[in-house]
């Protein structure tokens, strides 16, 4: 599959979220920077894109779990070679803790 592919598949993915919702289903994409430094080396920032999918379990707590696929690599020079860092895909399963602050917005943080 490729890297454009991937984007429009989670971009898609997002759409049929207002349908989920009554169901306590909830899906998304995101779109992530990474950071990777190394003591005495440059910095590298790769960059991924990922879809989630979660239940709710009350309005407190949900579970979600997340795919996705590197979209670009970053370059680094190691004693003189040019290497290519790059995410090729991830998966997670989190914990989600929500905190509701009013019936639109909530803050929340991911344990996983």
């Known amino acids: 599959m490729s890297k454009r592919t991937a984007l ?13 919702a009554a169901e306590g289903l909830y899906v998304g994409a995101n779109l992530s920077q990474v950071k990777y430094k190394e003591t005495g080396f440059d910095d590298v920032n790769p960059t991924a894109i990922s879809v989630h999918i979660g239940k709710s379990i009350n309005k407190n707590f949900a ?24 995410v090729d895909n991830l998966v997670g399963v989190y914990m989600k803790g929500v905190a509701p602050i009013s019936d639109t917005f909530a803050i929340y943080g991911l344990l996983g």
């Not at 429009?8 to 989920?20: D, F, G, K, R």
């Not at 579970?63 to 790059?86: C, H, K």
């Open 63 to 86: 579970i979600e779990g997340r795919l996705g696929v590197g979209l670009s690599s970053d370059n680094i020079d190691i004693l003189g070679n040019d290497v290519e860092i790059e």
């Open 8 to 20: 429009i598949i989670a971009m898609m993915a997002a759409v049929p979220a207002t349908s989920l």
